[in-house]
C-alpha cells in the first residue's frame, strides 16, 4: 500500500472513530432534547471548519502571490495541513453555528472524547504517510524518514523523532482522563476547554523538537498559535463558570 493511501486509510478511520465515539458516549439531557438536524448542522460545522483551519495556515505560507488565483489553486489543493489551526477552525465554527442557530445548550462536551479518540488514530496516517516527522534524533526510539534539504533540495533518510507517534499517545492519555472526567461528573461544560488547552501546552513544548523555522520573537507560528487559543479558551472557561455557579443556586431548595 502507498503511504498516501495509509494517510486517506487512517484520516477514514479517525472520521468512524469520531461519529462513533460520539454517537455511544454519554449525552446529557440538554443535548438528547436538541433535535437531530441541530446535532448535524454542528458536527458538519467541527468538519468544515476544522478542514479550511487545517488548511489555511499552509495555504496563506504558500502563496507568493496573493492576486494570482493559480497560486491559490495550487497553495489549497496541495499536500499539507496543521491539526493547531485544524482545532481552532472546527472551535470557532461550532461556535458561530450555536450563535447562528440560536443554539443555548453547552456541547463542547460532546466534542472532546471522541475528537481526543479520532486524533490519536489520525496520527498514525502522518506516520505511514512519512510527514509531520520531528528533528533529527539519536534516541534508540527514532524512526528513519525521507528528509528533503530545503537547500540543496535534495532527499536524504534521517532518523528523526516520530513526533506523530508522540502525539498520538497525547490524545490517547487525554481520552483516559476524559473518560475518567465524565465517569465521575467532573469538569461540566468545560472538558473540551481543558483538552484542547491541554494539547496547545503540549503543542507548545513539543514545537522545540520540530524542523518548524521560528516566525516571531523566537517562536514558531505554531507556538503562536497555540498561545492565542489557550489565552481564547481560558477567558472563555473563566467566563462559563457563571453557568456551574447558576446551576448550583438552581438546585438549592
Not at 93 to 108: D, F, M, P, Q, S
Request: aromatic content about 16%.
Amino acid at each position: 500500500m502507498q503511504p498516501n493511501h495509509y494517510y486517506a486509510l487512517f484520516m477514514f478511520l479517525a472520521l468512524v472513530v469520531f461519529v462513533a465515539a460520539r454517537y455511544l458516549q454519554p449525552k446529557s439531557p440538554e443535548l438528547i432534547r436538541m433535535p437531530r438536524w441541530q446535532h448535524t448542522a454542528l458536527a458538519l460545522a467541527a468538519f468544515v471548519g476544522g478542514v479550511l483551519g487545517a488548511k489555511a495556515s499552509f495555504a496563506l505560507a504558500e502563496t507568493s502571490d496573493w492576486l494570482r488565483l493559480d497560486d491559490w489553486k495550487r497553495a489549497w489543493f496541495s499536500d499539507g495541513k496543521t491539526i493547531t489551526t485544524g482545532l481552532i477552525g472546527a472551535y470557532l465554527a461550532v461556535e458561530l453555528t450555536k450563535l447562528a442557530l440560536g443554539i443555548r445548550v453547552k456541547t463542547g462536551d460532546s466534542f472532546a472524547l471522541p475528537m481526543a479518540l479520532a486524533m490519536a488514530v489520525g496520527r498514525w496516517g502522518c506516520f505511514f504517510n512519512g510527514c509531520c516527522y520531528g528533528t533529527p534524533t539519536t534516541l534508540p526510539w527514532g524512526v528513519d524518514f525521507k528528509v528533503r534539504d530545503p537547500v540543496s533540495n535534495v532527499v536524504e533518510v534521517v532518523r528523526c523523532h516520530p513526533s506523530q507517534i508522540y502525539e498520538s499517545l497525547f490524545h490517547l492519555t487525554m481520552a483516559g482522563i476524559l473518560i475518567v472526567l465524565i465517569r465521575f461528573d467532573l469538569l461540566r461544560y468545560q472538558r473540551l476547554k481543558f483538552y484542547l488547552i491541554s494539547y496547545c501546552a503540549y503543542r507548545f513544548l513539543t514545537e522545540y523538537i520540530r524542523p518548524e523555522p521560528i516566525w516571531w520573537l523566537g517562536l514558531t507560528f505554531y507556538q503562536w498559535a497555540a498561545i492565542v487559543l489557550a489565552t481564547g479558551l481560558t477567558a472563555q472557561w473563566i467566563w462559563d463558570r457563571r453557568l456551574v455557579k447558576e446551576e448550583r443556586e438552581l438546585a438549592i431548595p
